[in-house]
């Protein structure tokens, strides 16, 4: 609400050319104890003035040399635009026309001298009260605009933190169900590990039943030369079944987590046999560039035959049309280098810092595990060793595998 101390402070500018009547205007209002009046018996100022005032209420003569009041009027709406500062006409003008057009072209009252002072005061009163409670409802509207803005600033920020929190939720919701689904392949590996080596050692012991008798059926009849050929044929393939079986159940055989030192040739040898079949059907050529001395380094056995089969199974399945397969060691200062290099579809630059995480594959859910390499990257660290690559989309990869002859990496279990 308004205050008597509001209306009292109001801005008040008087324009008259008779300086008498401005003196007689400006005491009624001291004496009403208004602080704040300006005066100018000049019309030519009032622009000026106007601007550097903004009077909350304008006393004006009409009849004055160089502009008349009308003038005056259009100048203050000129500075104001739409809403000027209420004019209260003040004139001897009798003419109702000129009252009538006065109050047309904006004044807001209208007052005969000679004036009545008390009238004087009541009416400039009541202008001021309703102009100053007009500019209090127009701050309280632009101070309550500019609160419904900034909160809906802020309920829009809110919204979209909302809407960015839940994509985040539904990708994470997303990256575990496909740890869930990946997991449950693995498990689902490890199982079949297992039953593997279990047929594995439910063939061997027949097997070798098999071969038995076919051993005394060579040696005690004496056969026919074709039908001798054909039990040679069937105790060489038993053996290589007998041997396959074995490297089966070695392979998967829970690891015993104790270093020996492995003959590193011989262990890529085994592996290789494990392949031989596959290289053979899908055109890939194995090359071998072996030092010719390599010393046994001191290794868990089939977790080194377990890193070494997963490179052969990746250069595998990056050579779907065929190529060729070199392996190479080394003996370097302290340690032995083995690569595996192979001439398939190589890696995406974007891929080579995933390859080795886990769960990372590029080979769709049935085929790939993205198990192989970070298993790989496990045993080889474990081993106080390196496992590094190269690759070249389109030309080929090279994984590089280093072990140190002496145990110094972490217990590998
Ligand atoms: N020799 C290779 N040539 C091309 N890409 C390879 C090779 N070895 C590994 N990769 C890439 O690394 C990924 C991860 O390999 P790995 O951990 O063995 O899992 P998986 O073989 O089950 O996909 C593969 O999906 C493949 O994109
Ligand atoms: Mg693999």
């Known amino acids: 609400m308004l205050d008597k101390s509001d209306i009292l402070k109001a801005k008040i500018l008087i324009v008259d050319d008779e300086s008498s009547n401005i003196m007689v205007l400006e005491t009624a209002l001291k004496q009403a104890k208004y602080t704040s009046v300006t005066s100018t018996t000049d019309p030519r100022e009032v622009a000026f003035l106007y601007q550097e005032l903004r009077p909350d209420i304008v006393l004006l003569d009409l009849r004055m040399p160089h502009f008349d009041g009308f003038e005056v009027i259009e100048q203050i709406k000129h500075i104001e635009g739409e809403s000027y500062a209420p004019i209260l006409v003040l004139t001897a003008e009798s003419d109702p026309a000129i009252r009538l057009k006065a109050l047309q072209v904006g004044a807001r009252d209208f007052l005969s001298k000679p004036l009545d002072l008390s009238e ?6 009541n202008i001021l009260e309703v102009h100053l409670l007009n500019k209090s409802l127009e701050a309280q509207k632009d ?10 600033i802020d309920l829009r920020q809110a919204n979209q933190q909302l809407k960015k929190e839940i994509a985040e939720r539904k990708r994470s919701e997303e990256e575990l169900q496909k740890v869930n689904q990946q997991l449950l392949h693995a498990e689902k590996l490890s199982a079949l ?39 040679e044929l069937s105790i060489n393939e038993s053996n290589r079944v007998m041997n396959l079986a074995l490297q089966l159940k070695d392979f998967y055989r829970p690891s015993s987590g104790t270093r020996h030192p492995l003959n590193l040739h011989h262990a890529i040898d085994d592996m290789l046999m494990l392949k031989k079949n596959e290289f053979n059907k899908e055109n890939i050529q194995v090359i071998k560039e072996y030092s010719n001395c390599l010393p046994d380094v001191s290794v868990v056995e089939d977790q080194i035959k377990q890193v070494i089969l997963n ?37 995406q630059q974007e891929y080579m810092e995933k390859i080795f995480d886990p769960f990372f594959t590029t080979k769709g859910e049935v085929k790939g595990t993205g198990l192989g390499l970070s298993v790989s990257y496990g045993i080889i660290k474990r081993h106080g060793g390196d496992i590094n690559v190269s690759s070249n989309k389109g030309k080929g990869s090279k994984f590089t595998i280093t072990l140190p002859f002496k145990e110094n990496g972490q217990d590998p279990t």
């Open 143 to 152: 101070f309550i605009e500019q609160r419904v803005h900034q909160r809906t």
């Open 311 to 347: 490179l052969l199974q990746n250069a595998n399945e990056a050579c779907p049309r065929g190529g060729a397969l070199t392996i190479r060691t080394r003996n370097l200062d302290s340690a032995v280098e083995v690569e595996i290099e192979d001439t398939g579809q190589g890696i």
């Open 120 to 125: 004087v005061l009541c009416r400039i009163r």
């Open 193 to 231: 590990g297992q039953l593997a080596a279990s047929i594995a050692h439910e063939f061997n012991n027949p097997l070798m039943g098999i071969r038995n008798t076919l051993e005394q059926v060579q040696r005690g009849t004496h056969l026919e030369d074709s039908l001798a050929e054909l039990v």
